[in-house]
């Protein structure tokens, strides 16, 4: 089996209530170009998927990330790829979409609402209620 590995992104919200989540659309392949996943990828043999996240965010962000506790969820891509989600947090840089068409910063109600119109990656939408009560939370502390 092989995994790919996903970055829940978050920071505090500036308004100050609840948080907000780092979203990125794809830019290839062509079944997916448009729509907004969370960056990562794949591991590399003799990584494990924090190794990869802080990899594959520095490539694809230019940011240096602090990786966290997994999410609950992890989503079957095929018979042999799943597709597994950390939280992490920018330690240094600012993300720039460097293989990405663009990046955004969402809100919970935003992330809802691009949920609901079908502008995710279809594989994303299984982390939505466990992104949502976190953003959703008043102190925006550590993930549990
Ligand atoms: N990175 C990432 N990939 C996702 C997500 N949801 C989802 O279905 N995928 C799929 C798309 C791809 O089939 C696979 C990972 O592709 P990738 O293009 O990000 O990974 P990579 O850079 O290591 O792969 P590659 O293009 O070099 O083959 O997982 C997601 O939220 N983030």
Do not use: C, N
């Amino acid at each position: 089996m092989r995994f790919v590995v996903a970055g829940a992104v978050i920071r505090p919200a500036p308004s100050g209530a609840g948080a907000e989540l780092l979203l990125a659309q794809r830019s290839y392949p062509a079944d997916v170009a448009g729509l907004w996943e969370l960056p990562g990828g794949k591991l590399a043999p003799g990584e494990t998927a924090e190794q990869a996240l802080v990899r594959e965010l520095a490539e694809e962000l230019a940011v240096t990330v602090a990786v966290g506790a997994a999410l609950s969820e992890q989503v079957p891509l095929r018979a042999d790829l799943t597709l597994v989600a950390h939280w992490a947090r920018v330690l240094d840089g600012v993300p720039r979409a460097v293989e990405h068409h663009g990046l955004t910063w969402v809100d919970a109600d935003r992330l809802a609402a691009m949920a609901e119109s079908g502008v995710l990656v279809p594989a994303d939408t299984a982390w939505v209620p466990e992104l949502l009560t976190y953003l959703r939370r008043q102190d925006s502390g550590e993930p549990s």
